[in-house]
Nanobody
Framework: QVRLVESGGGLVQTGGSLRLSCAASIQIFSTDCMAWFRQAPGKEREFVAAIRWTDNSTYYAESVKGRVIISRANAKNTVYLQMNSLNPEDTALYYC?????????????????????WGQGTQVTVSS
């Protein structure tokens, strides 16, 4: 069973930055896609960013474009989410997810249904 372990969350002031990490217990394959989703209290889980291992393509939600960078460390089977210019609307539980299926249409990776493995989440709280 694949384990995804997130870390790096915490409390930060508006305008601050955080770097989230997600370590996978297995080797991430070239057909995989790793992503970050988030869920705020009372809201549905939403897509944040994804990176496809085969070609390093990245995808971002409109709400975070220009403020967030997703990256990877192949040797560590780890994916990162650098978040800058944080605001209170970014407060949420951030989940790491892995899709082991290769989809030719990138839009599929924006859906939570594309991902079969999930971490437990790391809390990000942005104070005003």
């Amino acid at each position: 069973q694949v384990r995804l372990v997130e870390s790096g969350g915490g409390l930060v002031q508006t305008g601050g930055s955080l770097r989230l990490s997600c370590a996978a217990s297995i080797q991430i394959f070239s057909t995989d896609c790793m992503a970050w989703f988030r869920q705020a209290p009372g809201k549905e889980r939403e897509f944040v960013a994804a990176i496809r291992w085969t070609d390093n393509s990245t995808y971002y939600a409109e709400s975070v474009k220009g403020r967030v960078i997703i990256s990877r460390a192949n040797a560590k089977n780890t994916v990162y989410l650098q978040m800058n210019s944080l605001n209170p609307e970014d407060t949420a539980l951030y989940y790491c997810a892995r899709s082991s299926r290769y989809y030719t249409l990138p839009d599929v990776y924006l859906r939570s249904s594309a991902y079969g493995d999930w971490g437990q989440g790391t809390q990000v709280t942005v104070s005003s």
